[in-house]
């Protein structure tokens, strides 16, 4: 099973497992990383999953689609590597994937 690598904003830094074909947010929820709550529990329905996709990640990931890039809208600090964690399905290449998670969600 894949690793994702969670970055709080102060720097702290949880390592957790992954199931091939979860999402990110489920792994996140699963291991009860704080800062990724997932209100609408994966439906793309709010922002409250919001990461930021690390640099070196960002082509693995690719991009968000129209409906992610408008629940996006509702997310406070958004960047150019910002993504709703719902929407991010793991696949074994993404094994080591390194996202930030912002101050605080929406």
Known sequence: ??????????GGVMV??????????EAAVRNSVSAIVGECGGACACATCHVYVDEA?????GEPDPMEED?????LDVRPNSRLSCQIRIRDDLDGLVVHTPARQA
């Open 1 to 10: 099973m894949p690793f994702i690598k969670f970055v709080d904003a102060r």
């Open 16 to 25: 957790v497992e992954a199931a091939t074909g979860s999402t990110v947010m």
């Open 57 to 61: 990640w960002q082509n693995a990931v």
């Open 71 to 75: 629940m996006l809208d509702f997310a």
